[in-house]
């Protein structure tokens, strides 16, 4: 990738703008909130894709994780009203919601007895009878039955809500949810910072400095979590830069984020649906400027269920080294907005082969990218694989 950088920079028509951000990357160096600006209004997509592709590879050559996991999805009724959400029903709303009691949680994970799943994530709806105590007796019977387990739970968006109706701090609720075995913690909520975008999509959930503060305590913890950013709505390309330039800031401080993921807004079924979507090439572009602009941290991950697979597969070449991995056909939070994996699950040999046909080496991962299996050389048998069930992060 070098090579074709060389090729740019020895491009007599590209401008001073663009040169400059690329010799700051061959160096190493970080661009400027305006030059991140520039990378998503002004720069030929080629060029920034070519960045972003240079220190993917730089950092983990060809590499591409995925890993094993399962979702709970405790309830989708919810007290906030989120314009974006095609997932959660109000708590009066009986048509389409849900609410499972431990019993039926603890029956879901048994489910998987038998496969090599390594994470159990829990995230769902904000709903007043699911109290912190409950979650963390949960918490500590998943523990109990299946030790080695590695819990990821909960957006700042429910720890908020729960750990002001048990009257804690963040670092009191925290600590109370680590010691029943809470091992780490999901990016969702962070939607966007900017003050006035959220006030109009998200009012009433917790503030952009509530979510920051949030997951900065459980760095301080060491509690490592993830960052995501909703893209494609009603923000400019300045509130996406922002909000990275606050996560950068953030991970600058505590080096406790595992990755970004940036997630797609999708308009199905939802208070904004006459917005539509936006482009393939804003997605690519998206995800580069992500890569570029987060020079501090490690992985950048895209939901492949929500994205797409042939998209995903593109953006293996935009900076993306993680996809997730295989899903189970219980997962709901974007199969309801109209996502373009209707029926997402994707066996191992499937997901796999899908990373192989873009030449890259497909690597399982545990939730903080420990390499568990390598598949690069790896036969499947015709009948001799699993099916992965993972969620989005």
């Given amino acids: ?37 520039y990378l998503y209004d002004k720069a030929e997509l080629s060029f920034v894709g070519a960045l972003a592709n240079y220190i993917r590879e730089k950092r983990h050559g060809d590499k591409t994780y995925f890993n094993r996991n399962f979702h709970l999805e405790p309830t989708n009724l919810c007290i906030f009203t989120c314009k974006f959400c095609s997932y959660s029903r109000l708590l009066k709303q009986k048509e389409d919601g849900w609410f499972l009691t431990e019993e039926q949680m603890m029956d879901e994970v048994k489910k998987y007895d038998d496969k090599p799943v390594t994470e159990v994530h829990i995230v769902g709806g904000v709903h007043p009878k699911l109290s912190l ?12 039955y299946r030790p080695e387990l590695h819990i990821k739970a909960f957006t700042a968006v429910e720890y908020d809500y729960m750990f002001r109706k048990a009257k804690m701090n963040y670092q009191e609720g925290l600590q109370y949810l680590k010691e029943c075995g809470l091992d780490s913690i999901p990016g969702g909520g962070a939607e966007i910072f900017d003050e006035a975008v959220r006030n109009e999509i998200c009012a009433d959930k917790c503030s952009s400095d509530q979510w920051l503060d949030l997951h900065r305590t459980a760095h301080q913890m060491g509690i490592p ?42 308009s199905g079924n939802n ?41 995903a597969q593109l953006l293996l070449q935009y900076g993306v080294d993680d ?15 109209g996502a373009e994996e209707q029926s997402p699950v994707m066996s191992t040999r499937e997901i796999v082969e899908l990373i192989k046909a873009v030449d890259r080496h ?9 390499e568990i299996n390598d598949y690069k050389d790896h036969v499947f048998e015709d009948d001799g694989f699993i099916e992965l ?5």
């Fill in 225 to 266: 979590s993830n960052a995501t950013m909703l893209y494609g709505h009603v923000e400019k390309s300045h509130h996406r830069v922002d909000h990275m330039q606050r996560l950068r800031a953030l991970q600058d401080e505590t080096k406790c984020f595992n990755t970004f993921i940036p997630l797609k807004f999708r």
């Fill in 323 to 337: 996809i997730d991995g295989t899903i189970d056909d219980t997962t709901k939070i974007y199969s309801m907005a």
């Fill in 389 to 393: 069930p993972v969620l989005y992060s």
């Fill in 362 to 370: 497909p690597i399982e991962r545990d939730t903080v990218y420990n």
């Fill in 271 to 311: 208070e904004m649906s006459h917005l539509g979507e936006t482009t393939i090439i804003d997605d690519l572009r998206t995800y580069a400027v992500g890569r570029i602009y987060l020079d501090n941290f490690a992985h950048v991950k895209a939901y492949w269920p929500m994205i797409g697979r042939q998209t």
């Fill in 133 to 144: 105590k409950f979650f963390g007796e949960l918490i500590k019977k998943i523990k109990a």
């Fill in 1 to 37: 990738m070098r090579r074709s950088l060389d090729l740019f920079l020895n491009n007599p028509q590209l401008d001073a703008t663009s040169r400059s951000i690329a010799e700051k990357v061959l160096n190493e160096e970080r661009i400027t909130f305006d030059e991140g600006v």
